[in-house]
Each structure stands twice: as C-alpha cells, then as structure tokens.
C-alpha cells in the first residue's frame, strides 16, 4: 500500500483535527450498529465531546470512564468534496491506523472495515462522497483483544460495586490505548493508478555502481487490458534533483535501472554522509504516450548479507547499538506527533545509538521515512505480542499482519530485519508449527532481509528459534532474575548468549535488558529503582557485551527502553514502565550520559566515527603536557 503523495496526477488532503467523540454502554457495544448511529451525526444520539485525531482517546479528557473504557467508541466529523474532484478520476479513503478494530461510513454508508491496529487501511470512496457539498464520516473503533486478535487479550465479567463490569485484561507490559492513531487522507488517483510499488537494490564493484530493481502493478480499468499496453517509464534523482538513471519498463511493469558513483544507503555514524536517499519518479503511460498517473518515492541503494556468524551492510558487518522503543506519549498516548518524532531521532542521534525495534507493533509510517533519511537501521516488529493459545484462526491473524507490514514497509532502505514476534511463548509443541509457517510466509514475502523475533523462553524450552535468521533473546539480570544482584549479570549474560548461538550456529544479539528507574532517586550504594543501579546495571551488562563481541557472531545490543511508557494498572508499575534511559518526556536520565559514551566508543572503534565535542566533559589538565611533566619530575 503506498503511502499517500501528491503529484501531478494525484491530490492528498486531511480530515485530522477535531471529531466528534461518543463512547458507547460497555454492556452493549453493538447498540450503535443496530441503531444505525452512522446514519445521522452522532449528536443527534448522544452528548458528543470534542476529540483530535491523530491521537489516543484515553488520556484527552479527565474521566476515568473514557481512559478505561473496554469496546466501541464512536467518532464523526463532516468535510466538503470539491467540485473538481468529481472528473474521471478516483478518490480514496486513508486511514494510518485505528486500533484496534475500525468500522467506517460515509454518509451513512459502509466503505471499509479493518482489523488490526498500526497498520493503515483504504478505500476507494469515488461513489459514497458527494462533490461539492458537505459530507459526513463516521467511524466506529473497537479496542476489545480477544484470544484470536494480534495482540491478544481476555474479555471477562467482574462484579462491582452496584453491577457487573466488563473487564479487558491482556499479558503485555504497555497501555491498550486505542483510537484513531494517525492521520487521516482523502486523496485523488487518476481512474488508471500506479496501486504497488515494490523496489529493491543492489550494489557491485566495491559499492560504486548500484542497482536499482522496481516492479509496479496498477490498478483500475486499464488495469486488465493487455499489459504491454501500458508501461513505466523511471527517472531516478539523486539529492541534487540530478538525474542519474532512467529507463522504461518491460511489459510487465519491471524494470532496473543502474546508478554508476552510486552513493550507497549507509546506517548513522557508519559513513559521512548517512541514510542518503534517491528519489524514483514512475510515470505511467499508455502505449500511445498518454501520461496516466505519476508516483515518486525515496530510496536508498544498498544491501543486506547474512550467514551464521555475521550481518554484513554494503559488505560490511554491523554491530547493532540502540533501543526497544514504544510510541508513547503524555496525553496523546500513541497518538501521531510529529514534535515527539522528531524528538526521538535528535535524541537517537545524540545518544550514538544506530537502530531501534519497533516493539512491540509497527510505528508510524513518517517514522520509518525519517529512519530512512537519518540512517537509523529498523528491526521491524508486527503487533504479536506475548503469542500463546495457538490455533488457526490466530495463525491467520499472524500471518495477515507480517503481509500488512511488509507491503507498508518493504520500500524502506532503514528496515533490516522483519521480527515476527515479541516474547511468544515458544514452550509449547503448537509454537514450532505456527512459528515456522510465519517465518517461512515472511520469508516468501521478502527474502532480502533476515527473520528475527525476540525470545525470552529460555533456550532449551523454545521451538521457535529454529525457525529464524538471527537470534535475538529479552532478559533481565540484576531485575527480574536476581534483583538487586550486580554481581550476577556479567557471566550469565556471555554464557546464554553462547548457549543460544552454539544451539542454532546462527548469529545471535540481545533485544532488551534493563531496570526500573525512577529519575532523581538516587542511592548510594546503588540500590534497586535508582539511577545508580540502572548505571551499574547497564555497565556490567556493557562488560558482557565486549566479551561477546570477540566472538563474530554476537551482532547488536539493545536497551529497554528508550523512554518510560504508560501501562495497565498494577503493583509492579508506578505510573508505568520506568525502565527508560530517557524519561516520558524525552530528558535523559543519569544512565542517558553513560550509554551515550558506549555508543560513541563503539562508533569510534567499529566505524572510526567523530566523537561530539562535549562527549567528556572537562575534569582536569592532568593529562597535558606540562602536568605529566610535573609529575614526572616529582617521581624521581
Ligand atoms: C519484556 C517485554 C516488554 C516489557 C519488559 C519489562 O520482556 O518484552 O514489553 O515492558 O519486559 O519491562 O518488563
């Protein structure tokens, strides 16, 4: 699915701001279908209160009732169609992503269901909008996990005081916020549209010529006449809007174009000139030049090898230092924010980490292009998280979101790596089966980049990882696993990784370590929940991580997590997952500072990167000249 652009051929508008926002009675979430609520505005059934979009409903207002509420809400708005929209061409509805389940009218109409949140959905809404007059569109999301969604959750009944509540609980360690999460497009395509673009690359001769391969398949009428009556014609631009390559399809839409001085994809702090993006203009045309549509997207030109002991980019191995993050906000909870994105990639950028996971769903497709563009490598997750009670309606579910992402994000030069789950419960004998149809569906979908999901069932137990590309194993010495014992992590860090590696003989790195950390406690000795214990934590884990790396195969670390994040209610969390190096609102703990140093002395020693002037700050002249000498004469 392509990400809404405008061009020559095609107009992109939005429909975010301020909804009108109903929830509906937990006791009867199917009421408003029923009813028909989508036949008329919403308040004209019940009392409306003003919601924006892209954001999370939960936290917005002050009500209790709203931040936990367990089924159906409801959101309208109205918006005009201009006059001009109405000639020969189509108009499409897009949404980046509703979670979890949405249900959408137009004028009262049904035009699209999708299930899944963070992932986006369209449809052609040509005949449901009325041009040059006011429109309505309603929407009905549905945030209720059963065991057959992705991720799961339980529904039950629960006495309370005066009744009986329905209650959603779910195993996972983040906050089910829901709504409407990203933006929402109408946009124009000509009545005969690029629908698919899928691009990869190459690169030979030390990386200095590149090549770049692309496959589209359009869509609507022309669509089914004899191909060879349509063809692409490709220009590729480099940074300087120069054109450095063209050509023009075959009859089925394919094609390759070849870059000489090719400047090579590159990850963040690899190369001077990171994440370097070509442009790729497709003009569809008839066979008797009639330009039908235009698309142009970003690309970068590299590779990606592995084998047992390595992960090779453009030829060169990679070791992985960065982060499991989460699209988490104050207010907004996941919720679109483009000042909380570009945030994230100057703090990424500050701190020297080179790749982050998007645990434990996909994120925003504006986050992948500003990876792509800053060269932050992606180990790209589907939303299955804490997978268990296999069966085939969940199998399905599975494998629908792996297709859903990587249709959305093959594109992307930042995504290296597909992960198919986090912390599944791989002991059981049905995970075998179900992980290996997944991986190999992955697999077949795209083989250019390498499998992974991230493990926590202890090795000998998993059926899993087997199945996989790269090992990548979640564990929490010095927290979960002897608590409050830094003398207890260095050596059981080395000896699983080994142990992982020596069962697969596949390359292995570790997905998530960490600790609570309240910001401003702090303990001396380092004591649990202070800033002193996430440093120390961090460092005897950074102690094991070296000894690793003598060994090839061990390719990346990365920290739980970048920043805290909003969970359920429990006894474990106070106000929420505290394990971040940066707090909810994005300013550095202690430990920020430590691992900035890593990071940079990785980069310096891997990848010969400038350090940042004020990396270390200025303690004492003792080791300038004149003091060394001093102090030599003073030994004799
Ligand atoms: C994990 C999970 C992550 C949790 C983390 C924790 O293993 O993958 O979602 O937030 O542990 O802090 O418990």
Same mark, same amino acid.
């Given at each position: 699915?392509?990400?809404?652009?405008?061009?020559?051929?095609?107009?992109?508008?939005?429909?975010?701001?301020?909804?009108?926002?109903?929830?509906?009675?937990?006791?009867?979430?199917?009421?408003?279908?029923?009813?028909?609520?989508?036949?008329?505005?919403?308040?004209?059934?019940?009392?409306?209160?003003?919601?924006?979009?892209?954001?999370?409903?939960?936290?917005?207002?002050?009500?209790?009732?709203?931040?936990?509420?367990?089924?159906?809400?409801?959101?309208?708005?109205?918006?005009?169609?201009?006059?001009?929209?109405?000639?020969?061409?189509?108009?499409?509805?897009?949404?980046?992503?509703?979670?979890?389940?949405?249900?959408?009218?137009?004028?009262?109409?049904?035009?699209?269901?999708?299930?899944?949140?963070?992932?986006?959905?369209?449809?052609?809404?040509?005949?449901?909008?009325?041009?040059?007059?006011?429109?309505?569109?309603?929407?009905?999301?549905?945030?209720?996990?059963?065991?057959?969604?992705?991720?799961?959750?339980?529904?039950?009944?629960?006495?309370?005081?005066?009744?009986?509540?329905?209650?959603?609980?779910?195993?996972?360690?983040?906050?089910?916020?829901?709504?409407? @999460? +990203?933006?929402?497009?109408?946009?124009?395509?000509?009545?005969?549209?690029?629908?698919?673009?899928?691009?990869?690359?190459?690169?030979?001769?030390?990386?200095?010529?590149?090549?770049?391969?692309?496959?589209?398949?359009?869509?609507?009428?022309?669509?089914?006449?004899?191909?060879?009556?349509?063809?692409?014609?490709?220009?590729?631009?480099?940074?300087?809007?120069?054109?450095?390559?063209?050509?023009?399809?075959?009859?089925?839409?394919?094609?390759?174009?070849?870059?000489?001085?090719?400047?090579?994809?590159?990850?963040?702090?690899?190369?001077?000139?990171?994440?370097?993006?070509?442009?790729?203009?497709?003009?569809?045309?008839?066979?008797?030049?009639?330009?039908?549509?235009?698309?142009?997207?970003?690309?970068?030109?590299?590779?990606?090898?592995?084998?047992?002991?390595?992960?090779?980019?453009?030829?060169?191995?990679?070791?992985?230092?960065?982060?499991?993050?989460?699209?988490?906000?104050?207010?907004?909870?996941?919720?679109?924010?483009?000042?909380?994105?570009?945030?994230?990639?100057?703090?990424?950028?500050?701190?020297?980490?080179?790749?982050?996971?998007?645990?434990?769903?996909?994120?925003?497709?504006?986050?992948?292009?500003?990876?792509?563009?800053?060269?932050?490598?992606?180990?790209?997750?589907?939303?299955?998280?804490?997978?268990?009670?296999?069966?085939?309606?969940?199998?399905?579910?599975?494998?629908?979101?792996?297709?859903?992402?990587?249709?959305?994000?093959?594109?992307?030069?930042?995504?290296?790596?597909?992960?198919?789950?986090?912390?599944?419960?791989?002991?059981?004998?049905?995970?075998?089966?179900?992980?290996?149809?997944?991986?190999?569906?992955?697999?077949?979908?795209?083989?250019?980049?390498?499998?992974?999901?991230?493990?926590?069932?202890?090795?000998?137990?998993?059926?899993?990882?087997?199945?996989?590309?790269?090992?990548?194993?979640?564990?929490?010495?010095?927290?979960?696993?002897?608590?409050?014992?830094?003398?207890?992590?260095?050596?059981?860090?080395?000896?699983?990784?080994?142990?992982?590696?020596?069962?697969?003989?596949?390359?292995?790195?570790?997905?998530?370590?960490?600790?609570?950390?309240?910001?401003?406690? @702090?303990?001396?000795?380092?004591?649990?929940?202070?800033?002193?214990?996430?440093?120390?934590?961090?460092?005897?884990?950074?102690?094991?991580?070296?000894?690793?790396?003598?060994?090839?195969?061990?390719?990346?670390?990365?920290?739980?997590?970048?920043?805290?994040?909003?969970?359920?209610?429990?006894?474990?969390?106070?106000?929420?997952?505290?394990?971040?190096?940066?707090?909810?609102?994005?300013?550095?703990?202690?430990?920020?500072?430590?691992?900035?140093?890593?990071?940079?002395?990785?980069? +310096?020693?891997?990848?010969?990167?400038?350090?940042?002037?004020?990396?270390?700050?200025?303690?004492?002249?003792?080791?300038?000249?004149?003091?060394?000498?001093?102090?030599?004469?003073?030994?004799?």
């Amino acid at each position: 699915m392509l990400y809404p652009r405008e061009s020559e051929t095609r107009e992109v508008r939005s429909l975010d701001g301020l909804w009108n926002f109903v929830t509906s009675d937990e006791a009867n979430p199917t009421q408003g279908v029923r009813d028909k609520w989508f036949s008329d505005d919403l308040s004209k059934v019940k009392d409306v209160i003003p919601m924006p979009v892209p954001a999370s409903y939960n936290d917005i207002t002050t009500d209790n009732t709203i931040r936990d509420h367990v089924g159906t809400v409801w959101y309208d708005r109205k918006f005009f169609v201009p006059k001009s929209w109405a000639k020969d061409q189509r108009v499409w509805l897009r949404f980046g992503s509703v979670h979890y389940e949405a249900f959408v009218w137009i004028n009262g109409e049904m035009v699209v269901k999708h299930e899944m949140g963070h992932l986006p959905f369209e449809a052609e809404v040509t005949n449901f909008v009325k041009y040059g007059e006011e429109n309505r569109i309603t929407v009905m999301c549905d945030n209720a996990l059963i065991q057959t969604t992705v991720p799961q959750g339980k529904i039950s009944e629960v006495k309370k005081d005066g009744g009986v509540a329905i209650v959603q609980t779910y195993t996972f360690d983040f906050f089910n916020y829901a709504g409407i @999460h +990203r933006s929402v497009h109408l946009y124009t395509t000509p009545k005969t549209f690029i629908e698919e673009v899928e691009v990869t690359s190459d690169l030979e001769d030390s990386n200095s010529v590149g090549h770049v391969y692309y496959k589209v398949k359009v869509g609507g009428t022309a669509s089914n006449e004899a191909d060879s009556n349509l063809q692409i014609r490709v220009k590729l631009r480099n940074k300087e809007s120069v054109t450095v390559a063209n050509g023009t399809s075959d009859g089925d839409l394919k094609g390759a174009l070849e870059v000489k001085n090719v400047k090579p994809w590159w990850p963040y702090l690899m190369h001077a000139e990171p994440g370097y993006l070509y442009q790729i203009e497709l003009f569809l045309h008839t066979a008797d030049n009639t330009l039908l549509d235009v698309y142009r997207l970003k690309v970068g030109i590299r590779t990606l090898t592995w084998n047992n002991t390595s992960f090779l980019i453009n030829g060169q191995p990679v070791y992985l230092r960065g982060f499991g993050k989460h699209e988490d906000s104050d207010i907004r909870g996941k919720g679109l924010d483009f000042a909380l994105l570009t945030r994230d990639m100057n703090l990424l950028k500050w701190i020297g980490a080179n790749a982050y996971r998007t645990s434990h769903y996909p994120y925003s497709e504006e986050s992948m292009q500003f990876a792509d563009e800053n060269g932050i490598m992606i180990i790209d997750e589907c939303p299955s998280v804490d997978t268990d009670n296999y069966n085939q309606a969940l199998l399905d579910k599975h494998k629908s979101s792996m297709e859903q992402l990587i249709h959305r994000d093959r594109n992307h030069p930042s995504v290296i790596m597909w992960s198919i789950a986090n912390e599944p419960r791989t002991s059981p004998f049905q995970a075998d089966s179900h992980f290996q149809f997944v991986a190999n569906f992955t697999r077949a979908l795209d083989g250019t980049r390498p499998v992974t999901a991230a493990i926590a069932v202890p090795s000998a137990s998993d059926k899993a990882a087997k199945h996989l590309d790269i090992i990548c194993f979640n564990r929490y010495n010095g927290w979960y696993s002897n608590p409050g014992k830094l003398d207890m992590i260095t050596t059981h860090v080395v000896e699983e990784a080994i142990t992982w590696n020596k069962k697969h003989n596949k390359p292995v790195m570790i997905g998530e370590y960490g600790a609570d950390t309240i910001e401003g406690l @702090h303990l001396l000795p380092a004591y649990i929940w202070s800033e002193e214990y996430q440093n120390e934590l961090f460092s005897k884990h950074f102690k094991a991580f070296d000894i690793l790396r003598k060994k090839e195969w061990f390719i990346g670390e990365f920290v739980w997590n970048f920043a805290d994040f909003k969970t359920a209610q429990s006894i474990t969390r106070v106000g929420g997952n505290k394990k971040g190096v940066f707090t909810r609102n994005r300013q550095p703990k202690a430990t920020a500072h430590l691992l900035r140093k890593r990071y940079f002395a990785l980069g +310096r020693e891997l990848d010969r990167c400038n350090l940042p002037e004020d990396l270390f700050l200025y303690i004492t002249d003792a080791t300038s000249t004149e003091s060394r000498g001093k102090r030599e004469t003073a030994d004799l």
